[in-house]
């Protein structure tokens, strides 16, 4: 018998040892402190009971099992890696709905992928081409004649399973997904997450018990009496909000070699109110998350996207409030309306107008439709139209064109970059967002001729990070660390800006006070005069407000917090969690920031959204 032959009768221990190296890749990946030990206590368990399950249950074909469960667990770890570039956490079976979108954003999905990766693939291939040869049928059917011992089998099935159980267990309580992978192993969590879902029934809260009152007292939110400051002192006028696509912070007043990347940004943001310690909200449906969080001042689920998870329940929001008040509210995006689920999202928050790519066509296109130049110069047009009825409007207008990857056409670069970042995603980043921000200044300057800039409450921000903390290598981190003046971090990366425009209100000026997406809706209903008392939110009134408490989803592990002065993140539980600090991205240890009262007053107010959510009753 040949050393192939002999090799592959061993089947058992021929797929731990490869799956083994798979398992060691995506901890070298994932985790700090990469593969270990633990490694082997974790994984090799999971590998062994559905080995054993496969030498009991199957018949003539045991090869044929092994090789679908290497190629399923091949493409587990795969995707946990593709997953953990772009996020930052490990993937759960809930990201497998959104399997469909990879092809639609392939190009942005692409470019995170390391060439090594895909050598997690090179046994399959190699496999199935020795085995399925027509002429060496013989070797299909001698694979594996030598048996497994049951009485080995049962042992070991029985002490694998024990072990599994035993990584679990001890683990369930950790409020930090990706310490919860680690100790417990990336399949052993990945099973896990199937059940744990399964009792969150028994935490949702009464309704009845989801009160304003309630939601305030956890925030630490006191509302002024006897009715706050600035409360309907834009009212009667229109209400623009524009999403700037990938857009953060630390671009306003940037300059590269002399050049201001943002200089149309940078003059709105010296004119205007500035505030510069305000934070993405968004989830798995990024930009469509960061759609739904402004406009129902509500929180994203814990691993799906609101556009999957939550569209089917009437949500109070921003639009339905204001057309009850005599607004009508019309949203703008270039890409097709079904992406993300946004032809759901859009009945349940109640636009009564939506444009997308069936009226912006696919002229001058970049990403994923027309470029930002081809989405404000229809727009504004529309803008005009509502502004010349008798009622205001509220418009949102979505740019795309600085999309992840930021591959834009090199006819649209407006400024020259240094060579070393040539051929990088940082500078691929900066040219996006330099072209966004000129595209942006033409759209504002229309806005000003053609009568409508003064007649409006303006807020521009940014929908989430755009340079992944994840996904930069050491050489791109260097890069942003000289253009921002210090290592790049978790508070950079969530930061972006929010420029409030309300004329005869705001004056020029930066605001330092903590805020999130969450508290536009109720920002803007106060600057024209409606009233919130008959609808529950979660954010706060900036212009009202100096302290902030903002729970963070997804991107950062359960129980993440920002305050007024940290970002809090847990560890396996509150006392080895790590602040960063927001003022001087300093990190501290032992959660000196953050207060164990805040930890779990977070915790709550997710669970009160979730609750809320969850018995709406179902849109018509």
């Given at each position: 018998m040949s050393p192939l032959?002999?090799?592959?009768?061993?089947?058992?221990?021929?797929?731990?040892?490869?799956?083994?190296?798979?398992?060691?890749?995506?901890?070298?990946?994932?985790?700090?402190?990469?593969?270990?030990?633990?490694?082997?206590?974790?994984?090799?368990?999971?590998?062994?009971?559905?080995?054993?399950?496969?030498?009991?249950?199957?018949?003539?074909?045991?090869?044929?099992?092994?090789?679908?469960?290497?190629?399923?667990?091949?493409?587990?770890?795969?995707?946990?890696?593709m997953y953990y570039k772009y996020y930052g956490i490990i993937v759960t079976y809930h990201a497998l709905a959104q399997a469909g979108k990879v092809a639609q954003v392939g190009e942005s999905t692409y470019s995170l992928l390391d060439p090594y990766y895909l050598f997690i693939f090179l046994d399959i291939a190699v496999l199935a081409f020795i085995l399925f040869r027509p002429k060496h049928k013989h070797i299909q059917q001698?694979?594996?004649?030598?048996?497994?011992?049951?009485?080995?089998?049962?042992?070991?099935?029985?002490?694998?399973?024990?072990?599994?159980?035993?990584?679990?267990?001890?683990?369930?309580?950790?409020?930090?997904?990706?310490?919860?992978?680690?100790?417990?192993?990336?399949?052993?969590?990945?099973?896990?997450?199937?059940?744990?879902?399964?009792?969150?029934?028994d935490e949702t809260v009464p309704m009845a018990d989801?009160?304003?009152?309630?939601?305030?007292?956890?925030?630490?939110?006191?509302?002024?009496?006897?009715?706050?400051?600035?409360?309907?002192?834009?009212?009667?006028?229109?209400?623009?909000?524009?999403?700037?696509?990938?857009?953060?912070?630390?671009?306003?007043?940037?300059?590269?070699?002399g050049q201001e990347v943002t200089p149309n940004i940078n003059k709105l943001a010296q004119e205007?109110?500035?505030?510069?310690?305000?934070?993405?909200?968004?989830?798995?449906?990024?930009?469509?998350?960061?759609?739904?969080v402004v406009n129902t001042s509500l929180y994203v689920p814990q691993h799906e996207a609101a556009t999957d998870h939550n569209v089917d329940k009437a949500l109070p929001s921003l639009?339905?409030?204001?057309?009850?008040?005599?607004?009508?509210?019309?949203?703008?995006?270039?890409?097709?309306?079904?992406?993300?689920?946004?032809?759901?999202?859009?009945?349940?928050?109640?636009?009564?107008?939506y444009y997308d790519k069936s009226f912006?066509?696919?002229?001058?296109?970049?990403?994923?439709?027309?470029?930002?130049?081809?989405?404000?110069?229809?727009?504004?047009?529309?803008?005009?139209?509502?502004?010349?009825?008798e009622q205001p409007f509220y418009a949102?207008?979505?740019?795309?064109?600085?999309?992840?990857?930021?591959?834009?056409?090199?006819?649209?670069?407006?400024?020259?970059?240094?060579?070393?970042?040539?051929?990088?995603?940082?500078?691929?980043?900066?040219?996006?967002?330099n072209y966004a921000d000129y595209a942006l200044g033409q759209f504002i300057d229309d806005l000003k001729q053609r009568g409508i800039w003064d007649d409006s409450v303006i807020l521009f921000y940014g929908d989430h990070q755009g340079l992944s903390l994840y996904s930069l290598d050491r050489d791109e981190k260097s890069l942003v660390a000289g253009m921002i003046g210090h290592e790049y971090g978790y508070t950079d990366m969530f930061r972006i800006p929010l420029i409030l425009h309300a004329p005869g209100v705001t004056t020029p000026s930066v605001r330092e006070q903590t805020g999130g997406q969450i508290d536009i809706l109720p920002t803007a209903a106060n600057l024209l005069g409606v009233s919130l008392k008959d609808q529950i939110y979660f954010g706060q009134d900036l212009l009202n407000q100096s302290s902030n408490m903002l729970p963070m989803r997804h991107f950062l592990p359960s129980g993440s917090v920002i305050t007024d002065d940290d970002m809090f993140l847990p560890g396996i539980d509150y006392m080895d969690g790590t602040n960063y600090s927001l003022r001087d991205n300093s990190e501290t240890e032992h959660a000196e920031g953050a207060t164990e009262d805040q930890y779990n007053r977070t915790l709550k107010l997710l669970n009160l959204s979730d609750s809320y959510v969850s018995q709406l009753p179902d849109k018509e």
């Amino acid at each position: 018998m040949s050393p192939l032959m002999r090799l592959l009768n061993r089947r058992f221990f021929y797929f731990t040892l490869i799956l083994l190296v798979k398992g060691i890749l995506a901890w070298s990946v994932v985790f700090d402190e990469g593969p270990s030990w633990m490694t082997l206590v974790t994984e090799i368990p999971f590998f062994w009971v559905v080995f054993c399950l496969i030498e009991w249950l199957a018949g003539k074909r045991k090869m044929l099992y092994y090789m679908i469960v290497n190629l399923l667990l091949t493409l587990l770890y795969f995707t946990v890696l593709m997953y953990y570039k772009y996020y930052g956490i490990i993937v759960t079976y809930h990201a497998l709905a959104q399997a469909g979108k990879v092809a639609q954003v392939g190009e942005s999905t692409y470019s995170l992928l390391d060439p090594y990766y895909l050598f997690i693939f090179l046994d399959i291939a190699v496999l199935a081409f020795i085995l399925f040869r027509p002429k060496h049928k013989h070797i299909q059917q001698r694979v594996g004649m030598r048996p497994v011992r049951k009485t080995g089998l049962t042992i070991m099935f029985i002490v694998s399973s024990l072990l599994c159980l035993l990584n679990i267990w001890p683990n369930r309580a950790s409020m930090n997904e990706n310490k919860q992978a680690e100790e417990m192993g990336l399949l052993n969590y990945e099973i896990y997450t199937i059940f744990a879902d399964s009792r969150k029934d028994d935490e949702t809260v009464p309704m009845a018990d989801i009160t304003q009152s309630a939601i305030d007292e956890l925030k630490g939110t006191v509302q002024p009496e006897p009715q706050p400051q600035y409360f309907g002192a834009s009212k009667g006028k229109n209400l623009i909000i524009v999403q700037m696509e990938s857009f953060q912070d630390f671009l306003i007043g940037l300059e590269i070699d002399g050049q201001e990347v943002t200089p149309n940004i940078n003059k709105l943001a010296q004119e205007n109110m500035h505030f510069n310690h305000f934070y993405t909200m968004v989830g798995q449906g990024t930009t469509s998350d960061a759609e739904y969080v402004v406009n129902t001042s509500l929180y994203v689920p814990q691993h799906e996207a609101a556009t999957d998870h939550n569209v089917d329940k009437a949500l109070p929001s921003l639009p339905k409030l204001l057309h009850a008040n005599g607004y009508t509210t019309a949203t703008f995006h270039t890409n097709d309306v079904s992406f993300w689920n946004r032809t759901e999202l859009y009945k349940a928050v109640g636009w009564d107008h939506y444009y997308d790519k069936s009226f912006y066509g696919d002229e001058d296109h970049i990403a994923f439709g027309s470029s930002d130049e081809v989405l404000y110069d229809k727009t504004i047009d529309e803008l005009e139209k509502l502004d010349e009825g008798e009622q205001p409007f509220y418009a949102q207008v979505i740019s795309m064109s600085a999309h992840h990857p930021f591959n834009l056409p090199e006819s649209k670069y407006k400024m020259k970059l240094p060579e070393a970042f040539d051929d990088s995603i940082v500078g691929n980043y900066i040219h996006a967002q330099n072209y966004a921000d000129y595209a942006l200044g033409q759209f504002i300057d229309d806005l000003k001729q053609r009568g409508i800039w003064d007649d409006s409450v303006i807020l521009f921000y940014g929908d989430h990070q755009g340079l992944s903390l994840y996904s930069l290598d050491r050489d791109e981190k260097s890069l942003v660390a000289g253009m921002i003046g210090h290592e790049y971090g978790y508070t950079d990366m969530f930061r972006i800006p929010l420029i409030l425009h309300a004329p005869g209100v705001t004056t020029p000026s930066v605001r330092e006070q903590t805020g999130g997406q969450i508290d536009i809706l109720p920002t803007a209903a106060n600057l024209l005069g409606v009233s919130l008392k008959d609808q529950i939110y979660f954010g706060q009134d900036l212009l009202n407000q100096s302290s902030n408490m903002l729970p963070m989803r997804h991107f950062l592990p359960s129980g993440s917090v920002i305050t007024d002065d940290d970002m809090f993140l847990p560890g396996i539980d509150y006392m080895d969690g790590t602040n960063y600090s927001l003022r001087d991205n300093s990190e501290t240890e032992h959660a000196e920031g953050a207060t164990e009262d805040q930890y779990n007053r977070t915790l709550k107010l997710l669970n009160l959204s979730d609750s809320y959510v969850s018995q709406l009753p179902d849109k018509e």
